[in-house]
């Protein structure tokens, strides 16, 4: 053999390697999504508004089809505007709170009444999502009260295992 072989060709990157690459980057990013979903609980579903779905779980209507769950949730719909109207006069009780801690001198009075009318409206807002609740539970039938006791039971037993 000759000390001068032929040197050995280049490769050339096409713009098939770079999709191929691109690819395999998102599938390798959907993949640890799918792993960590698995090894990793969910986020604990938002308990801290005060509404209906305290007590009936999304995951209760996930379980209807489309046209049952567009029925049930159109019941509850008419009082959207008394929560929106709570959670509006929730915002402005709570300045009412800050404002009373930035009294000086302290006025203990005045806190505990901002503190009261807070705590009566969070009630107020509690009994509006019950009575949406009787509502929708009324129209439920003997199958789907059995499902929603399931469901809320396994809310309850997630909330016992955090």
């Given at each position: 053999?000759?000390?001068?072989?032929?040197?050995?060709?280049?490769?050339?990157?096409?713009?098939?390697?770079?999709?191929?690459?691109?690819s395999?980057?998102?599938?390798?990013?959907?993949?640890?999504?799918?792993?960590?979903?698995?090894?990793?609980?969910?986020?604990?579903?938002?308990?801290?508004?005060?509404?209906?779905?305290?007590l009936?779980?999304?995951?209760?209507?996930?379980?209807?089809d489309?046209?049952?769950?567009?029925e049930?949730?159109?019941?509850?719909?008419?009082?959207?505007?008394?929560?929106?109207?709570g959670?509006?006069?929730?915002?402005?009780?709570?300045?009412?709170?800050?404002?009373?801690?930035?009294?000086?001198?302290?006025?203990?009075?005045?806190?505990?009444?901002a503190?009261?009318?807070?705590?009566?409206?969070g009630?107020?807002?509690?009994?509006?999502?019950?009575?949406?609740?009787?509502?929708?539970?009324?129209?439920?039938?003997?199958?789907?009260?059995?499902?929603?006791?399931?469901?809320?039971?396994d809310?309850?037993?997630?909330?016992?295992?955090?």
């Open positions: 053999m000759s000390g001068t072989e032929p040197a050995a060709p280049l490769r050339r990157w096409s713009w098939w390697h770079l999709v191929l690459i691109a395999l980057a998102l599938n390798l990013l959907f993949g640890g999504f799918a792993v960590s979903r698995y090894f990793f609980h969910p986020v604990p579903a938002r308990t801290t508004s005060t509404s209906f779905l305290n009936v779980p999304p995951k209760f209507f996930a379980d209807l489309r046209p049952r769950r567009e049930l949730v159109g019941t509850v719909r008419a009082s959207r505007e008394k929560f929106r109207t959670r509006q006069a929730s915002r402005k009780l709570a300045e009412d709170v800050a404002g009373a801690l930035e009294t000086t001198p302290y006025d203990e009075a005045r806190l505990r009444a503190l009261d009318s807070f705590t009566r409206n009630t107020d807002l509690i009994a509006i999502g019950g009575q949406a609740a009787l509502e929708l539970i009324a129209r439920l039938s003997p199958e789907e009260r059995v499902k929603l006791a399931q469901r809320i039971r809310r309850a037993q997630g909330a016992k295992r955090k």
